[in-house]
């Protein structure tokens, strides 16, 4: 998996420092399969989800031939412009990435780029940014036709319409008896009841931000899980492809293909097209929670582990400030943990289990991290955890038990003064 470290830049100051059991000290953000990161407002969990996905596509794009370098100046005003990060840079700031293929630093206002050893198969992720303002999508009417909107919204929106139109029946949504319809002819998108029939503009705010992010993370997930060309092809532009073509060429004049069997001939041209091909899905989200009710904050969870365990490479990464989530994701482990304990046990407790948490969204006890932004001290922190569980001493759980204190202590002054 890839790692981030960063230090000085918007809210953050210090970032992410862990003891570890020799002395030394660890600055290094793992981006874990699931990865959850909490805060108060401002504290900076956007921002390093922001920066995890343009580490991540600047990555991609210098393996398959997007971009041909990384300088300062586009590096600054471009790719992180996208994000609206450029004027989270101070003189002092640094910023690293360590992916599978390349390690990416910025400090000293320089940047460096170096290409780290690989052999075999590449493992190229769609990388797709779901904005918290996704609800505009679905309350507002020709929203393309919007000036002045984030280009990350507009990005999430073309693969929103992308998503509606490949939609061929009515498509049950994971939240309440609802389904979703979509009119091809008049791109109107249709809440379907047990009893009735609404435009999605008409419906809820839970349900404006609940289908474009369901809708397109089941639609990217499934894609390229069955390898469904359209989506989960790259988008090569000219220069691409022929980089493409080219190492094919050199490929099959730099040998004597008739030295080499037939299958270690397309092995190895397999290694290049795979590099243009995007094989995992990395889902990177914001607030999950928003707008919807707890039991309804359940589903959309399970339903996003569900899309991110249907290939080993996926990843989830996501922002909240929703104790029930953390919660949720809780139990996702603690019953993947029971699933293992009894299959050890050549036994079988499934239908039980999927009552608690369905068997296709559990999470591998050793594959998720939860980091813990402080706003005041610009600080990262890793969440603790008991025999592969998330402590139950977490930011959002301790404000709920400081609000069940000063009740307590409300109804004390009451019965002090009755």
């Known amino acids: 998996m890839s790692k981030i470290k960063i230090k000085n830049f918007g809210p953050i100051k210090d970032g992410f420092k862990e003891i570890l059991a020799d002395g030394t000290v660890n600055e290094w953000i793992d981006i874990k399969k699931v990865t959850l990161f909490i805060g108060n407002q401002g504290s900076g969990k956007s ?15 210098l393996l398959n031939g997007k971009l041909s370098e990384i300088t300062v100046e586009n590096f600054i005003n471009d790719y992180c412009g996208y994000f609206r990060l450029k004027r989270y840079f101070r003189t002092d700031s640094q910023l690293s990435y360590e992916g599978r293929y390349y390690t990416i630093k910025y400090g000293n206002q320089k940047i460096d780029v170096k290409i780290n050893k690989h052999e075999g198969a590449y493992e190229i992720a769609k990388i797709m940014y779901v904005p918290a303002e996704r609800s505009f999508l679905s309350s507002v009417e020709d929203a393309e ?38 009119d091809h002819i008049k791109n109107i998108s249709y809440i379907v009841g047990a009893d009735y029939e609404l435009e999605l503009s008409a419906a809820s705010s839970g349900l404006h931000s609940v289908v474009p992010l369901y809708v397109v993370s089941r639609n990217l997930a499934i894609s390229i899980k069955d390898k469904i060309v359209n989506t989960s092809k790259s988008q090569l532009n000219y220069r691409q492809e022929q980089k493409r073509k080219a190492e094919l060429k050199d490929f099959k004049t730099g040998f004597l293909l008739e030295d ?5 001939v397309e092995k190895r041209e397999w290694i290049i097209e795979s590099k243009y091909t995007n094989s995992v899905f990395t889902n990177i989200v914001e607030e999950p929670e928003q707008n919807l009710f707890p039991t309804s904050q359940k589903k959309i969870l399970d339903s996003l582990l569900e899309f991110n365990n249907m290939l080993t490479g996926n990843q989830l990464i996501m922002t909240t400030h929703s104790p ?4 949720y994701l809780t139990m996702a482990i603690k019953a993947f943990k029971v699933r293992e304990s009894y299959r050890s046990k050549d036994k079988n407790f499934d239908a039980e289990l999927k009552e608690i948490v369905p068997i296709e969204s559990l999470v591998d006890e050793n594959e998720w991290a939860i980091y813990q932004l402080d706003e005041v001290k610009g600080s990262i922190g890793l969440l603790p955890h008991y025999k592969h569980l998330p402590e139950d001493d977490n930011l959002l759980n301790l404000l709920v038990r400081k609000i069940n204190v000063s009740y307590d202590s409300l109804r004390q002054i009451e019965k002090n003064n009755a």
Request: no cysteine.
């Open 47 to 61: 921002t390093v989800a922001k920066l995890i996905s343009t580490f991540m596509w600047m990555e991609k794009s």
């Open 145 to 182: 036709n919007v000036t002045g909107l984030p280009l990350p919204l507009f990005t999430f929106m073309d693969e929103n319409n992308r998503s509606l139109e490949e939609l061929q029946e009515t498509l049950p949504l994971p939240i309440g008896s609802y389904r979703l319809q979509y």
């Open 260 to 264: 080499l069997s037939d299958e270690e």
């Open 324 to 327: 029930y989530l953390v919660n």
